[in-house]
């Protein structure tokens, strides 16, 4: 037996005992650039990559200087120490390859903005020594572990230092490129698996097994909970909701089979940052498989694939490529801007217009923002870290502070950790300081933040008692570590990662100082990004209802001025030709093309269009989105002439053009002459025979159909055509395509105007519509609504005024409002909504396309 077992050697399993980092090489360039030679360890070139960032920097030149030659050595010490020398390196080599490469990179993220090393070799760019940021937040010396097998370093992948990057968004796959040729075959982007969340499984639940209409599902779903902002787990949904509760006990199937579905995977997906970099060949690591793109990816979740190799997070951020691209144009580096300069900040403090604001443009930041009135970077960075569920709970408080500059005091002790955010715990970081302050080191502050953060509830008691010991040691008082201790509890709900936060305020900062100094450039470049968002035309819809309040026009795509993108021209900007909706990258070059073409008149641009490979629905949308206004007002009609000449045969199409001064260009006309046997082409035979008539007819009437039904709404259809392929309207306000029909029509402009429970007949386009009836009972309808200045928020409800919404749905012929109806409602002025006595779904329709009229 024993002779058996001998010919077989020890199984010591299939996984790894840690992460093994990649192989790091360095260029020999980069050696001689710091004047070393190549023998040096990689530990030895970090160090002198700090060197080198000291004297780049100006650090040397500093009268605290001392503080960051020693904080710098004890990081890099630790960084050795714990094996992440190599990992450092590896994030240097990625972002050193975006600078020199000018690929756009954001100032930090994450607790990686706390690291001064970081900021010496250029892969952050947030000074941490200055503005009170951590190390311990990034790399804790008592977490991390390392791991010694067979002579190999290998680390605990869930104690990993973390660093996530943001790149460019347009220029990600360049960097993805040069990870995949550094580490060739081992590289893969990473799985996620999406679970079943317990509002949807309610939803489908009560559908399915309940038959209940999606009115009622919604209804029960909107009694889940939330807490900061998280749907509440069922279980937990159940106490903290009487009415859910209420519910589910009445509808006991429908909820225990959501119970058990709740929290299952629906289905996998591509993680959109991370990419996952193996020492070894990644099919060795792990299964893999191929995207729908073709591209590698782990046959193992984020959690997984981190316990394995190295994961590392590149997020394209488009806000990245605007700064750049006006910086560019304006020939300044946005580096260099002072963000202790006040006047960065003015426009902050009466904000109107808040798109391309990077971290401000949505709807709860810009309430934030409006609310705090910013005036440097420290309370721009809280306006960042409160704008989340939980910490809102602080935004009157605060801004009563950044009002009178006097903080709340939860306790003296403390009041020098809290008192530059008005008395309120706001960061991670204030939490280990006040940690420190009554003795403990800062890493074991990183523990407590930890733990309390992680709800490691198991471990919490332990740390409650080192919290009364350390208060006992240091002779405190008792109160002062139950004061701790709460802020520790509460904290876990609303603290905020201010490495993070003060990061992401600096890219607030830079788009602020570029949006108000530079408005024209910014906007240009906010418009070319449009493209690479899920539907441009929205994005340019937005931008264009900013343009006003700076004065400056968004002039229609032309087909003799416009550029391929969005151009300067005069005050104004040019629509790009490429953005209409309908011209697609295929159809640029032809494009390109027709427009070198010598093209005097509306037949030869036909013509011309034909030659150069343009096909009829781009020179089609080309026409209705008023590209081509100087050859003829009517773009419905020109629209089917297009469409007429296309279906021409060429010899037509030749005699056509030799008679189109006789019939002014009307083309039309000009067949219809021909039909009737009355023209005679150049050779001497009839220009159109009767057979051949009905041949081009057959084909004919279905954009003469189109164009029936919409010639009898012009104005409208040059509106609706210009928001469907531009995004917005150049030609005409909507208000005024039903101003005769409907009397006096007001838009979102006309609302600053009116007073307070005035009333007036309102215009434009829903956005939104939910049906919904309140806790006390009353039904309600509440609409989105937009036009070409704004939008605003409308209601039609139940109440002591009247039940009007009743009165809407008791006629039968009324809808409940889709995304895109326009609607005209009549109604009262409040404060931040319209009360609606009606609501009338206007029925005009335009066509684009046969299957809409079919």
């Known amino acids: 037996m024993e002779e058996f077992l001998d010919k077989f050697s020890g199984y010591k399993g299939c996984c790894p005992p840690g992460v093994r980092l990649p192989n790091i090489k360095v260029e020999k360039k980069y050696y001689e650039m710091l004047g070393e030679n190549e023998n040096i360890s990689n530990y030895d070139f970090l160090r002198k990559l700090c060197h080198k960032g000291v004297y780049d920097k100006g650090i040397d030149k500093f009268n605290n200087k001392k503080d960051y030659f020693?904080?710098?050595?004890?990081?890099?010490?630790?960084?050795?120490?714990?094996?992440?020398?190599?990992?450092?390196?590896?994030?240097?080599?990625?972002?050193?390859?975006?600078?020199?490469?000018?690929?756009?990179?954001g100032p930090g993220r994450g607790s990686a903005a706390g690291s001064l090393v970081l900021?010496?070799?250029?892969?952050?760019?947030?000074?941490?020594?200055?503005?009170?940021?951590?190390?311990?937040?990034?790399v804790s010396k008592s977490r991390a572990r390392k791991i010694k097998e067979e002579g190999i370093t290998y680390l605990d992948g869930s104690l990993l230092a973390d660093v996530d990057n943001d790149i460019a968004y347009e220029r990600r796959a360049e960097v993805i490129n040069y990870i995949d040729k550094k580490h060739p075959g081992r590289t893969a982007k990473i799985l996620t698996l999406n679970t079943l969340s317990g509002k949807l499984c309610i939803k489908e639940c009560g559908k399915i097994v309940g038959e209940l209409?999606?009115?009622?599902?919604?209804?029960?779903?909107?009694?889940?909970?939330?807490?900061?902002?998280?749907?509440?787990?069922?279980?937990?949904?159940?106490?903290?909701?009487?009415?859910?509760?209420?519910?589910?006990?009445?509808?006991?199937?429908?909820?225990?089979?959501?119970?058990?579905?709740?929290?299952?995977?629906?289905?996998?997906?591509?993680?959109?940052?991370?990419?996952?970099?193996?020492?070894?060949?990644?099919a060795d690591m792990c299964p893999v498989q191929k995207s729908s793109e073709g591209a590698l990816v782990t046959g193992y979740d984020m959690n997984w694939v981190s316990e394995l190799m190295v994961k590392f997070d590149i997020l394209g951020l488009r806000t990245l490529s605007v700064i750049y691209d006006v910086c560019n144009s304006i020939q300044e580096d946005i580096s260099d801007l002072d963000l202790n300069e006040p006047s960065t900040f003015s426009p902050l403090q009466s904000l109107r217009s808040p798109h391309g604001l990077f971290q401000l443009e949505s709807d709860t930041n810009f309430r934030v923002c409006k609310k705090i009135k910013p005036r440097n970077l420290e309370e721009l960075s809280a306006v960042v870290a409160i704008?989340?569920?939980?910490?809102?709970?602080?935004?009157?408080?605060?801004?009563?502070?950044?009002e009178t500059e006097e903080p709340q005091v939860i306790h003296d002790f403390f009041s020098d950790v809290l008192d530059y955010?008005?008395?309120?715990?706001?960061?991670?970081?204030?939490?280990?300081?006040?940690?420190?302050?009554?003795?403990?080191?800062?890493?074991?502050?990183?523990?407590?933040?930890?733990?309390?953060?992680?709800?490691?509830?198991?471990?919490?008691?332990?740390?409650r008692e080192k919290i009364n010991n350390k208060i006992q040691e240091n002779e405190l008082e008792p109160e002062i570590g139950d004061v701790l201790w709460s802020v520790a509890e509460d904290s876990?709900?609303?603290?905020?990662?201010?490495?993070?936060?003060?990061?992401?305020?600096?890219?607030?900062?830079?788009?602020?100082?570029?949006?108000?100094?530079?408005p024209q450039q910014f906007f240009v470049s906010l418009l070319k990004m449009t493209k690479y968002e899920p539907s441009p035309q929205d994005e340019i819809s937005k931008i264009s209802k900013e343009l006003g309040f700076f004065g400056i026009k968004l002039l229609s795509p032309d087909l003799a001025k416009s550029k391929m993108d969005f151009s300067i021209e005069g005050k104004d900007i040019r629509f790009g030709l490429n953005s209409i909706k309908g011209v697609s990258e295929k159809s640029l070059s032809s494009l390109r093309d027709f427009r070198s073409s010598d093209t005097p008149t509306k037949y030869d641009i036909f013509?011309?269009?034909?030659?150069?490979?343009?096909?009829?629905?781009?020179?089609?949308?080309?026409?209705?989105?008023?590209?081509?206004?100087?050859?003829?007002?009517?773009?419905?009609?020109?629209?089917?002439?297009?469409?007429?000449?296309?279906?021409?045969?060429?010899?037509?199409?030749?005699?056509?053009?030799?008679?189109?001064?006789?019939?002014?260009?009307?083309?039309?006309?000009?067949?219809?002459?021909?039909?009737?046997?009355?023209?005679?082409?150049?050779?001497?035979?009839?220009?159109?025979?009767?057979?051949?008539f009905k041949t081009f007819k057959k084909k004919y009437d279905s954009y003469k159909l189109i164009y029936d039904k919409n010639r009898q709404y012009e104005t409208f259809a040059n509106w609706y055509f210009e928001t469907q392929l531009l995004g917005y309207s150049h030609s005409e306000k909507l208000k005024n395509c039903f101003q005769d029909k409907n009397g006096t029509l007001k838009d979102s402009s006309d609302l600053i105007s009116m007073d307070l429970d005035e009333k007036g007949k309102f215009i434009g386009v829903v956005e939104d519509c939910i049906k919904r009836t309140s806790r006390n009972g009353n039904k309600y309808m509440k609409l989105s609504i937009a036009d070409e200045s704004g939008k605003y928020d409308a209601m039609l409800l139940n109440?002591?005024?009247?039940?009007?919404?009743?009165?809407?749905?008791?006629?039968?012929?009324?809808k409940t409002p889709s995304k895109k109806n326009i609607v005209v409602a009549y109604g009262r002025k409040s404060e931040d909504i319209i009360f609606l006595d009606s609501v009338k779904i206007m029925d005009e329709k335009i066509y684009m396309k046969m299957s809409e009229v079919k």
């Open 70 to 105: 020693d904080r710098a050595k004890s990081e890099l010490e630790i960084l050795e120490d714990l094996g992440f020398t190599d990992y450092i390196l590896l994030n240097w080599d990625i972002l050193n390859f975006c600078h020199e490469n000018d690929i756009p990179t």
């Open 119 to 138: 900021y010496l070799i250029g892969v952050t760019n947030v000074d941490p020594v200055k503005y009170n940021l951590f190390f311990e937040r990034f």
């Open 213 to 282: 209409t999606e009115q009622d599902v919604n209804q029960v779903s909107d009694t889940i909970p939330k807490k900061f902002g998280v749907v509440c787990p069922l279980t937990e949904a159940i106490s903290e909701s009487e009415m859910f509760a209420d519910w589910a006990a009445k509808n006991s199937d429908v909820f225990k089979i959501a119970l058990k579905l709740e929290g299952l995977n629906k289905n996998t997906g591509v993680h959109p940052s991370g990419i996952a970099i193996s020492f070894d060949n990644m």
């Open 387 to 402: 704008g989340r569920p939980g910490a809102l709970e602080f935004l009157d408080d605060y801004a009563k502070y950044t």
């Open 421 to 463: 955010t008005g008395g309120i715990p706001l960061y991670q970081e204030q939490l280990m300081q006040m940690a420190v302050k009554i003795g403990f080191t800062l890493d074991e502050a990183e523990q407590l933040r930890r733990i309390v953060g992680k709800k490691k509830v198991d471990q919490m008691p332990a740390w």
């Open 492 to 518: 876990a709900n609303y603290s905020f990662n201010k490495s993070h936060s003060l990061a992401y305020a600096t890219l607030s900062a830079w788009t602020t100082y570029l949006k108000f100094n530079f």
């Open 607 to 692: 013509l011309s269009a034909k030659q150069a490979g343009l096909n009829i629905g781009v020179l089609s949308a080309l026409i209705q989105a008023g590209a081509l206004e100087s050859k003829g007002k009517n773009r419905s009609l020109m629209a089917l002439e297009a469409q007429a000449f296309n279906l021409l045969t060429d010899r037509e199409k030749r005699n056509f053009i030799l008679l189109g001064e006789k019939y002014q260009f009307k083309l039309l006309n000009c067949i219809a002459d021909a039909k009737k046997g009355l023209l005679i082409a150049d050779d001497g035979r009839p220009l159109m025979k009767d057979s051949r």
């Open 799 to 814: 109440s002591r005024r009247g039940n009007y919404y009743d009165r809407y749905f008791d006629n039968e012929s009324n």
